[in-house]
């Protein structure tokens, strides 16, 4: 089992920009691939956006040209830019790392959009 660590949440305006990180607590470890999710107050958790040993990136249609995925090297840390932030975005935002085909999951950082 993988303990994510996220950082990065917080308190922004609609317009805004923030950056999220995550990594292993652990260090540098093999990972398959990596992303972020999310959860709004009362929605199912949703893919925000994934990303590959191989750079292949995956995004949700709401957050194309808005948000970029990106990581090291030796994926071990994944980054979340987030700009021209909307309300709609204001949700927990949840780190994922598949493993050997396992899913892991980091506690989530609180991203608010204030309008």
């Known amino acids: 089992q993988v303990t994510l660590v996220a950082s990065g949440g917080g308190l922004v305006q609609a317009g805004g920009s923030l950056r999220l990180s995550c990594a292993p607590s652990?260090?540098?470890?093999?990972?398959?691939?990596m992303g972020w999710y999310r959860q709004a107050q009362g929605k199912q958790r949703e893919l925000v956006a994934t990303i590959t040993r191989s750079d292949t990136t995956n995004y949700a249609d709401s957050v194309k040209g808005r948000f970029t995925i990106s990581r090291d090297n030796a994926l071990t840390t994944v980054y979340l830019q987030m700009n021209s932030l909307e309300p709609e975005d204001t949700a927990v935002y949840y780190c994922?790392?598949?493993?050997?085909?396992?899913?892991?999951w980091g506690k989530g950082t609180l991203v608010t959009v204030s309008s």
């Open positions: 994922n790392a598949v493993r050997f085909g396992i899913n892991c």
């Open positions: 652990g260090g540098r470890i093999f990972i398959d691939a």
